[in-house]
C-alpha cells in the first residue's frame, strides 16, 4: 500500500459512534447513535469526504493531479474539494455557477477554496447547465489542461461505494446491526450507499432537505420529505430553536441548518410521534458540513 493509499483508508477511523443519552428534552423510547461522520477531518468531513475517497484514488492511479468540479458560490463541494485536494497533494478547480460573481468580493466559502489553492473559473448560469455536457467538458480540459473530473456534489457510482462503507463501520463499532440508520439527503449519495450495503432487518431513513414537488418525489417509503424547512438552504426560528436546544442537551455535538439539524429534528417528532418500535436502535449520521452554520446560532 502507498504513502498516498494508506493516509486515504486512515480517515474514517476518526468517526466514532456515540450514544445520545438523552438527546432531546422530551423522552424518547429509541436508542440512538450518533456516527460522527463530522469528525473524520476538520475541513474535509462527512459524507463530502466518503464521496471524495475513491475519486481521489482514482485521479492518483490514472496520474492526474488536478481535480475538476463545480459548485456554486456556497458550495459545501467545493469547499471540502478544494481542502482535499490541498491535503493531497492535487491541484484544485472549481467551475463556479454566475459569471457576474467574478467581479464581485469572494464569499468566505470562495475564499477559503482559494486559500486553498482552487483556482476559480467562473461561468455563466446557461453554461452552468451544461456540466455534464462531453463537448462542454472538452472545452474547459482544453482551456484548463487535463483534469479529473468530479461531478458536481461528488455524486457519481465511486462516491455510492464510499458512502457504502458507513453501515459496515457502524456495525463493527455497534457490534450488530441497527434497527434504523438514518441520514441526510441532498444528491441523495449517501442515502444510495447506505440502501446499497444495510441488511435486510435494517431500515434507512433519508430526510430530504430540499423542497421536492409531489410529483418529482421517489416513490419509496425510505425518503420522508416532511423535514424540509422551506427548501434546501432554507430555515426557520423552530428549526434553529431546536438546534439550540439539542446543542445544550449534547454540548460535544455541533449541528447545522442545512442538512443534519433538519435530520434530528424529523427524527424527535417521527419518535414521538411513535414511528419506531419502542427500544429500537436508532444510527443518525453526522454528515458534517459546519462550515454553513448559521451564524445566527451562536446568538440565539
Same mark, same amino acid.
Given at each position: 500500500?502507498?504513502?498516498?493509499? @494508506?493516509?486515504?483508508?486512515?480517515?474514517?477511523?476518526?468517526?466514532?459512534?456515540?450514544?445520545?443519552?438523552?438527546?432531546?428534552?422530551?423522552?424518547?423510547?429509541?436508542?440512538?447513535?450518533?456516527?460522527?461522520?463530522?469528525?473524520?477531518?476538520?475541513?474535509?468531513?462527512?459524507?463530502?469526504?466518503?464521496?471524495?475517497?475513491?475519486?481521489?484514488?482514482?485521479?492518483?492511479?490514472?496520474?492526474?493531479?488536478?481535480?475538476?468540479?463545480?459548485?456554486?458560490?456556497?458550495?459545501?463541494?467545493?469547499?471540502?474539494?478544494?481542502?482535499?485536494?490541498?491535503?493531497?497533494?492535487?491541484?484544485?478547480?472549481?467551475?463556479?455557477?454566475?459569471?457576474?460573481?467574478?467581479?464581485?468580493?469572494?464569499?468566505?466559502?470562495?475564499?477559503?477554496?482559494? @486559500?486553498?489553492?482552487?483556482?476559480?473559473?467562473?461561468?455563466?448560469?446557461?453554461?452552468?447547465?451544461?456540466?455534464?455536457?462531453?463537448?462542454?467538458?472538452?472545452?474547459?480540459?482544453?482551456?484548463? +489542461?487535463?483534469?479529473?473530473?468530479?461531478?458536481?456534489?461528488?455524486?457519481?457510482?465511486?462516491?455510492?461505494?464510499?458512502?457504502?462503507?458507513?453501515?459496515? @463501520?457502524?456495525?463493527?463499532?455497534?457490534?450488530?446491526?441497527?434497527?434504523?440508520?438514518?441520514?441526510?439527503?441532498?444528491? +441523495?449519495?449517501?442515502?444510495?450507499?447506505?440502501?446499497?450495503?444495510?441488511?435486510?432487518?435494517?431500515?434507512?431513513?433519508?430526510?430530504?432537505?430540499?423542497?421536492?414537488?409531489?410529483?418529482?418525489?421517489?416513490?419509496?417509503?425510505?425518503?420522508?420529505?416532511?423535514?424540509?424547512?422551506?427548501?434546501?438552504?432554507?430555515?426557520?426560528?423552530?428549526?434553529?430553536?431546536?438546534?439550540?436546544?439539542?446543542?445544550?442537551?449534547?454540548?460535544?455535538?455541533?449541528?447545522?441548518?442545512?442538512?443534519?439539524?433538519?435530520?434530528?429534528?424529523?427524527?424527535?417528532?417521527?419518535?414521538?410521534?411513535?414511528?419506531?418500535?419502542?427500544?429500537?436502535?436508532?444510527?443518525?449520521?453526522?454528515?458534517? +458540513?459546519?462550515? +454553513?452554520?448559521?451564524?445566527?446560532?451562536?446568538?440565539?
Amino acid at each position: 500500500m502507498t504513502d498516498f493509499t @494508506e493516509r486515504l483508508y486512515s480517515f474514517p477511523a476518526n468517526s466514532p459512534l456515540q450514544i445520545l443519552e438523552n438527546p432531546f428534552p422530551e423522552p424518547v423510547n429509541i436508542r440512538l447513535f450518533l456516527k460522527r461522520d463530522d469528525m473524520i477531518h476538520p475541513l474535509v468531513s462527512g459524507n463530502k469526504w466518503r464521496k471524495l475517497k475513491y475519486n481521489l484514488l482514482a485521479a492518483h492511479e490514472r496520474g492526474l493531479d488536478t481535480l475538476l468540479t463545480f459548485g456554486g458560490a456556497y458550495s459545501n463541494h467545493l469547499y471540502a474539494t478544494a481542502a482535499a485536494g490541498r491535503e493531497f497533494g492535487f491541484r484544485t478547480i472549481g467551475v463556479v455557477r454566475g459569471q457576474e460573481l467574478a467581479d464581485k468580493a469572494l464569499n468566505d466559502t470562495l475564499t477559503f477554496c482559494r @486559500e486553498c489553492g482552487m483556482h476559480l473559473h467562473f461561468v455563466s448560469r446557461d453554461e452552468y447547465r451544461r456540466k455534464d455536457d462531453p463537448d462542454f467538458l472538452a472545452d474547459l480540459m482544453q482551456q484548463l +489542461g487535463p483534469c479529473y473530473v468530479v461531478p458536481e456534489g461528488g455524486m457519481n457510482a465511486l462516491a455510492i461505494r464510499g458512502t457504502a462503507e458507513i453501515i459496515p @463501520e457502524l456495525i463493527n463499532q455497534l457490534g450488530n446491526a441497527p434497527d434504523y440508520v438514518c441520514c441526510p439527503v441532498g444528491t +441523495g449519495g449517501t442515502w444510495a450507499g447506505l440502501v446499497q450495503s444495510a441488511p435486510v432487518h435494517t431500515t434507512v431513513l433519508g430526510f430530504v432537505s430540499l423542497k421536492i414537488p409531489d410529483d418529482k418525489r421517489a416513490n419509496v417509503a425510505s425518503q420522508i420529505y416532511d423535514y424540509h424547512f422551506g427548501g434546501y438552504g432554507k430555515t426557520t426560528p423552530e428549526l434553529l430553536r431546536f438546534i439550540q436546544t439539542f446543542e445544550q442537551q449534547n454540548p460535544d455535538v455541533s449541528l447545522e441548518q442545512v442538512y443534519t439539524g433538519k435530520m434530528l429534528y424529523g427524527i424527535r417528532d417521527l419518535a414521538l410521534k411513535g414511528f419506531f418500535k419502542s427500544e429500537s436502535t436508532v444510527v443518525a449520521v453526522h454528515t458534517g +458540513g459546519l462550515q +454553513g452554520r448559521s451564524r445566527e446560532l451562536d446568538f440565539l
